[in-house]
């Protein structure tokens, strides 16, 4: 084919292909930290495969759940803060597959920006792996997109993808009766949902990110970067010891909207908001937005990033386990008869 006049290529409209096959090089390191029993095969081909046999499993049913990390994102950007981020991303999905009973085993990125800067793509596709070694789950691919005109050349988006398996019959929720015990995770911030809230406080207030934190050490950026906590591991050990009846994951709806999703029609929860301490970051969240209690609790996961409904008998033990898992557990309150969440006390 004989060259147009113009003499016009892929590179020159934007797209650097060269680029992306060094991204490959560059993140082969970390995903290959990754592996776990079931792996095939390693990055490169048109698909990932994963032997559901070598992973244990006999009779296995696929969960599989996908998300993204929402406007944190224009933080990350704006700040250069990259390499939690993708931790970010990992966890929004993988607590929610243990949320359903079944172990993360794999996962997949989508990497989209204008303008491919490989080392931070790499310091974001590392954070990726961090998450998936974290959680026990294999970054077994991915897709990098360089779409100059959809996106300014600093500006990216990321989505996850997950997969995981239990042996049939054992999903979550199951057998939620009233009278069962809540028990709260605590979270490490404002993990992954909210932040068109916290950006429009923050806007109102007039800081800037790399002012020092008003709650916190270090910069308001690094502060309010604090990547959404891992809840796998600890969460499968209270699962296999018994007495686990369903979980929630706390993201966007708080605790309000979440809880009701793993309860029976005819079941609602009593929740004493004096069980914990609200972190500062939502103390000072809500005195600098003027935010109403009932909307940080349907905004925020408020101090309490994963929720446990057990059985009583069972609820002291799996305290017990839980904090030596490292986990700093309250005890919220109870599964009550009649639909809904019904609050006492405030967060202080």
């Not at 409209?13 to 930290?33: F, H, W």
């Not at 207030?205 to 309010?224: N, R």
């Not at 906590?229 to 050990?237: D, F, H, I, N, S």
Request: glycine share 14%.
């Amino acid at each position: 084919m004989a060259e147009g006049k113009n003499g016009l290529s892929y590179a020159a409209a934007g797209v650097d292909i060269d680029a992306g096959n060094a991204l490959v090089d560059a993140i082969k390191p970390a995903a290959k930290a990754t592996t776990r029993p079931g792996v095939m095969a390693g990055l490169g081909g048109f698909g990932a495969l994963f032997d559901l046999k070598a992973a244990g499993y006999t009779d296995p049913i696929l969960v599989a759940a996908t998300d993204g990390v929402g406007t944190k994102l224009r933080i990350a950007i704006d700040t250069g803060h990259l390499d939690t981020i993708g931790i970010d991303l990992v966890a929004m999905c993988v607590n929610d597959l243990v949320c359903q009973g079944a172990e993360p085993l794999l996962f997949l990125d989508y990497f989209a920006t204008g303008k491919l800067d490989v080392p931070a793509a790499t310091r974001i596709i590392n954070g990726i792996a961090e998450g998936c070694r974290l959680s026990g789950c294999a970054l077994i691919g991915g897709e990098t997109a360089e779409m100059p005109g959809m996106y300014a050349a600093e500006d990216f988006d990321l989505a996850g993808f997950a997969v995981g398996a239990m042996e049939r019959g054992t999903a979550l929720p199951a057998n939620v009766a009233a009278g069962d015990v809540l028990l709260g995770l605590e979270s490490d911030g404002v993990h992954s949902n909210g932040y068109s809230l916290v950006r429009k406080v923050v806007e109102h207030a007039g800081l800037a990110w790399d002012v020092p934190a008003p709650f916190d050490d270090g910069t308001l950026g690094a502060a309010l970067l604090a990547p959404t906590r891992l809840y796998v591991k600890p969460a499968l050990a209270a699962i296999r010891a018994g007495g686990v009846h369903g979980l929630a994951h706390i993201t966007g709806g708080g605790l309000t909207e979440n809880l009701p999703r793993i309860l029976p029609d005819d079941l609602g929860a009593d929740i004493d908001l004096g069980a914990w301490s609200l972190p500062p970051v939502f103390g000072w969240l809500a005195q600098q937005g003027g935010i109403a209690q009932a909307e940080m609790l349907k905004t925020f996961n408020a101090g309490i990033g994963m929720v446990l409904i057990v059985a009583p008998e069972q609820a002291e033990a799996l305290t017990a386990l839980l904090t030596d898992a490292g986990e700093r557990v309250c005890r919220l309150g109870h599964v009550t008869q009649g639909a809904g969440i019904r609050y006492s006390g405030t967060l202080a």
